[in-house]
Each structure stands twice: as structure tokens, then as C-alpha cells.
């Protein structure tokens, strides 16, 4: 082989030999998200403004459903070394909304192993704020998650 070829062929092999590829930071929000209400089994809240989870003051839970779409967003074969959610308390039971204490609240994760529907109930239009009233949920239509149906 002559030198040009050797030359060619080194090149190539350096350049094209997989590399360590730098750390990124990737930020993005929900796909879609609802809350559910123990107390209200057929209401739903996934149009609303923000997500109701606790107890509200008669001790009757509130969960929320929350999805990402994780793969609109990392490329395959990615490594995922660390994830980090952010949530603000916008409210406390018995706090209309307003706000309440400023404590921390520690919020439990949990996967869920069925897909579910997000729904429009407590919609609000004029869009707003506000999280007053979204405590119970509204009735829910088609397509809601609710304490007893995924859609």
C-alpha cells in the first residue's frame, strides 16, 4: 500500500471510533396530568391548572397522575444518570387555594402500570391561576381518569 492509503485509513479509524460523548441537561414538563378524589369517585380534574394530592381536610385522599414523555426527549441509547422533578405547592388543605404553609410537603412516586386519559374536566376559560374551587374535581367526561376508570 502506498503512504497516501496508510494515511487515509489512520485517519479514518480515528475519527470514526465511537468517543464518550459530554453529560447534557434535558428539561421538559408533563405530557399530561390529572388529580382523582377518593371521596368523589366519578370526578376528575385533569383540564385544571394545577394537581390536588393529599387529604383534604375530612382526611379524604386526592391523588394525581402525572406522564412524560421521556423518549420525545433523550436520544436512544442514552444513559440516564440522575432526574430531578420540581413541583410548587400552590396550596393546603383548608387553604382555598391561597396558598398556606410554606413548609415542605414530602409527595410519594409511584409508577402506574396502565396507560390513562387526561380528560378536560375543570377546564378553566378564561384560562387562570387560580387554584380555588378545584379541590372536588368536576363531573368527569370521556376520556378523564377518576378514582375507578383509567379513561
Do not use: C
Not at 492509503?5 to 390529572?34: E, H, I, N, Q, Y
Not at 385533569?46 to 420525545?72: E, H, K, M, P
Request: hydrophobic share 45%.
Amino acid at each position: 500500500m502506498n503512504r497516501k492509503v496508510l494515511l487515509a485509513l489512520a485517519v479514518w479509524a480515528l475519527t470514526s471510533t465511537a468517543r464518550p460523548t459530554s453529560a447534557a441537561t434535558v428539561v421538559f414538563g408533563a405530557a399530561k396530568d390529572a388529580s382523582i378524589f377518593q371521596n368523589n369517585i366519578d370526578n376528575a380534574s385533569g383540564g385544571a391548572n394545577g394537581l390536588i394530592v393529599g387529604t383534604n381536610a375530612q382526611s379524604s385522599s386526592r391523588r394525581a397522575a402525572v406522564a412524560f414523555d421521556v423518549a420525545g426527549y433523550i436520544p436512544a441509547g442514552a444513559v440516564i444518570q440522575s432526574v430531578q422533578l420540581d413541583l410548587v405547592l400552590g396550596g393546603v388543605a383548608g387553604g382555598g387555594g391561597g396558598g398556606g404553609a410554606a413548609d415542605d410537603v414530602t409527595i410519594g412516586l409511584h409508577r402506574l402500570a396502565a396507560d390513562w386519559g387526561e380528560g378536560v374536566a375543570q377546564t378553566q376559560s378564561p384560562a387562570s391561576d387560580s387554584l380555588g374551587g378545584q379541590g372536588q374535581g368536576a363531573a368527569a367526561a370521556t376520556g378523564d381518569l377518576t378514582w375507578r376508570s383509567n379513561f
